[in-house]
């Protein structure tokens, strides 16, 4: 062999080398970058839970639960909502889709609909069958993320990995468990006040899965509802609460009291399965749906990472029946820290300690009762919504003659009645400001602003701007209002509460990382809602939801 036969030879070799080497190093990184991501993600959403609930509870709380989280994890300590109205389907909307209302386009749980002149809810689907309903046609299950506008985090998973990523969402609320799954899950299960079982629907697939049906015929409720609710502690041990029996709580029944303990079967047998999840019960039962979810669906088993979406109700449910300072609601939950205890350590079991990433957190937060706050010497009261509707409608009359000018009002929204604004020749704008007048004059309202005004000049500054980032112009109202901090419904003047404003009662809600990736340590700056979608993107390499308007938390990352 001569001397230019061997260099062509060896040149030969090195290039193949380098090539190869370089085939390795490339498959090197990409294991590396997929042994980075955890196996599962799981996002926990807790209906209605303050950012206090953190701290308020804490010296009850076991060590495994919430404060495993604070302990290890990362937390937000000042996450809030950065629009209104602060209700449960745009809140699960938000966190998942990265945007607020006037991009993903849930704007409300419930919403007036101009076109078909009734209210319109946020997951209903015409165009589905319900599964494991007592009917097809029941519409508890004729349910599916049609008018959620967005992609979500949970679809960018599935898109990236070609759908092999599996997503479930599993939740009481079916638009809780709808929306946070996205457009294309493996599957999004809800629980059916009629009979107690978790249901879906036609949109996901043909039939209820085998493992569904098994986990129905453990018929679990039951057994939850017989050994009842009782406290999880000595009652003296409840300083974060008032009474146990006191006037700022709703009744369960007009015989059974608002107190412990709640054996469901004592007071409400006929309705067992809508009182359920008024109980602390149905978050242990959801949770024992969502570790079924994750064995039988064998998430978080292969090298692409899974996502379950798990959002607790029950909060949500005990919250607005006995308000947020009752020894229910703290009972509540000292007995999900323990759920959240027994969770974590099954995923550490079944997923790996350190391979899955969890993030919590809420989908809005929970108003002091007016009543209570009365008794304190605040201003605070309740506004009646059909008085109010016929004293605006007969203002509008005496200006622009008879007629039905307001097709609803209620959840700070007027709709007016714009076919016959058109019919009469009347201009929508002046009949607009008109409303934002009169309902200036009223007490208990702050703010009243156009959709005119929405349209044409965008908001930067406060509540405002919280109204504009929740405005979808084609089907929010003609007229948005904000309470007086302190004013509700008269809805709940009979106990309880609710949320829906841009107060910070009701948009400060927790925010906590953990797991696999996430360093340990807190933050105090302003960190808003739709913040979450882009910090998972980042932790996951993914593409942000198509209408985010996030950013990451980049000291997860620092």
Not at 245 to 266: G, L, M, R, S, V
Request: charged share 25%.
């Amino acid at each position: 062999m001569n001397l230019f036969t061997k260099s062509v030879a060896f040149f030969s070799f090195l290039s193949c080398f380098f090539v190869a080497n370089e085939l390795f190093s490339q498959t090197e990184k990409k294991d590396n970058l997929t042994q980075s991501r955890p196996k599962l993600v799981v996002g926990i959403v807790v209906d209605q839970m303050r950012y206090d609930y953190l701290y308020r509870f804490y010296d009850h709380y076991s060590d495994n639960g919430f404060k495993r989280l604070l302990n290890e994890g990362f937390s937000c300590e000042n996450t809030h909502y950065n629009y209104t109205p602060t209700n449960t389907a745009p809140g699960h909307a938000s966190i998942f889709t990265g945007t607020t209302p006037m991009n993903h386009g849930i704007i409300n749980n419930y919403w007036y609909s101009r076109a078909e002149d009734r209210m319109f809810y946020c997951a209903e689907d015409n165009t589905v069958k319900g599964l494991g309903t007592a009917s097809p046609e029941d519409k508890s299950g004729k349910m599916s993320p049609l008018n959620l506008k967005t992609s979500t985090i949970t679809d960018e998973l599935r898109l990236a990995t070609n759908q092999q990523a599996k997503v479930v969402g599993v939740s009481i609320k079916d638009r809780s468990a709808i929306l946070p799954a996205g457009h294309i899950p493996n599957g999004a299960y809800w629980h059916d006040a009629s009979s107690g079982k978790m249901i879906s629907s036609t949109y996901y697939f043909d039939e209820l899965p085998k493992w569904v049906k098994e986990f129905n015929d453990k018929k679990l409720p039951d057994a939850y509802m017989k050994k009842g609710w009782e406290l999880l502690l000595p009652l003296e041990t409840y300083t974060g609460s008032l009474a146990d029996e006191n006037k700022y709580e709703k009744h369960p029944t007009k015989e059974k009291k608002a107190t412990f303990p709640y054996f469901i079967d004592e007071y409400d047998k006929d309705r067992k399965y809508r009182q359920f999840p008024y109980t602390a019960l149905a978050n242990s039962f959801l949770k024992d749906f969502a570790q079924e979810a994750i064995l039988k669906e064998e998430l978080g088993k292969d090298a692409v990472t899974d996502f379950l979406t798990l959002s607790f109700s029950a909060t949500d449910y005990v919250g607005h029946r006995y308000g947020i300072y009752s020894v229910e609601v703290q009972d509540t939950y000292l007995r999900l820290d323990r759920d959240l205890a027994s969770f974590f350590e099954f995923l550490d079991k079944n997923i790996g300690e350190g391979e899955y990433t969890v993030f919590l957190t809420a989908d809005h937060a929970g108003a002091p009762t007016p009543s209570h706050l009365h008794d304190l010497k605040f201003d605070a009261d309740y506004i009646e919504w059909d008085s109010m509707k016929i004293e605006l409608n007969n203002y509008l009359e005496d200006i622009h003659g008879d007629g039905e000018f307001v097709s609803y009002m209620g959840d700070q929204d007027v709709f007016l009645n714009r076919k016959l604004l058109l019919e009469e020749n009347i201009s929508l704008e002046e009949v607009q400001k008109q409303v934002s007048e009169f309902l200036l004059t009223k007490k208990g309202i702050l703010q009243a602003i156009t959709a005119t005004e929405l349209s044409k000049q965008i908001q930067r500054t406060g509540f405002l701007q919280l109204i504009q980032n929740g405005f979808n112009p084609r089907l929010s109202p003609d007229v948005s209002f904000l309470f007086q901090s302190g004013y509700m419904d008269s809805y709940y003047k009979k106990g309880g509460t609710t949320h829906g404003t841009p107060y910070t009662y009701d948009t400060q809600v927790p925010l906590l990382f953990f797991g696999k990736n996430i360093k340990n340590g807190k933050t105090y700056r302003r960190v808003d809602i739709t913040d979450i979608a882009a910090t998972m993107a980042a932790l996951l390499k993914l593409q942000q939801p198509s209408g985010c308007i996030g950013n990451p938390v980049v000291e997860i990352f620092e």
